[in-house]
């Protein structure tokens, strides 16, 4: 089936610093990924769809300067949690779905990153 | 933002009992999909069923959809410890590729 891989599965960082995690789709090739945000014992919350070869819509409320997404090729997507604060502590995972796909299908999710801020 | 909510929020049953959870939505939708998800873990998809269906089965697991009510519902028959997990369900609206998730039902199996 297909593979998404996400990189770091955690990271600590101090605060004030900068994290980067990677989503890969590793055997398909995805247009279109999305970035969640998971806090303990709630759902995931959608921050934003990244789209290959352009800019990536933000959902309401989700600051674009401070999340930078960056999907350079059809497998790898990148958020940039920029000036980390404890705040941002929280599980990040990304979806891939691939490439033709119609809307109505499933995506394919990684294994997510619990980035801590300490 | 979230599409809906789910109920029970929390379900503790035995295990060999059967497990049923809830979920209600919005708005139209294209399709709506059940994902299960281990502790600090990532996501599984179990099940997807279109609008146009009223239910679905894959193996131990049942979904029913009623577009009339916005409400779907997974059942889990025969549950076992492996089952405990949170559950949630998924909507991809007609008009959008957008993937949104419920709530989410943490159930936990008794031995």
């Known amino acids: 089936g297909a593979v998404v891989s996400q990189h770091p599965s955690w990271v600590i960082c101090k605060s004030g610093t900068s994290v980067k995690i990677e989503c890969r789709s590793l055997d398909f090739q995805a247009t279109t990924m999305f970035w969640y945000r998971q806090f303990p014992k709630q759902s995931l919350m959608l921050m934003a769809t990244?789209?290959?070869?352009?800019?990536?819509?933000?959902e309401q409320g989700v600051e674009k300067d401070k999340f930078l997404i960056n999907h350079a090729s059809l497998t790898l997507s990148t958020l940039t949690v920029t000036s980390a604060h404890p705040e941002d502590s929280s599980f990040y995972i990304c979806?891939?779905?691939?490439?033709?796909?119609?809307?109505?299908?499933?995506?394919?999710f990684g294994q997510g990153t619990r980035l801590t801020v300490v | 933002s979230q599409q809906g909510e789910e109920d029970p929020q929390a379900l503790s049953i035995q295990e060999g009992e059967n497990a049923t959870m809830n979920c209600s939505y919005k708005?139209?939708?294209?399709?709506l999909q059940w994902y299960r998800q281990n502790s600090g873990r990532g996501l599984v998809h179990l099940i997807l069923?279109?609008?146009?269906?009223r239910e679905k089965h894959s193996g131990r697991l049942r979904v029913t959809l009623d577009t009339s009510k916005k409400s779907s519902s997974l059942l889990i028959t025969a549950s076992r410890a492996a089952d405990t997990a949170s559950y949630f369900c998924a909507t991809v609206r007609s008009e959008a590729s957008k993937i949104i998730f419920g709530s989410g039902t943490r159930l936990s199996i008794r031995p």
């Open positions: 708005t139209s939708i294209n399709n």
């Open positions: 069923i279109r609008s146009n269906e």
């Open positions: 979806s891939a779905r691939p490439t033709g796909t119609p809307k109505a299908t499933e995506a394919f």
């Open positions: 990244s789209n290959e070869g352009s800019k990536a819509t933000y």
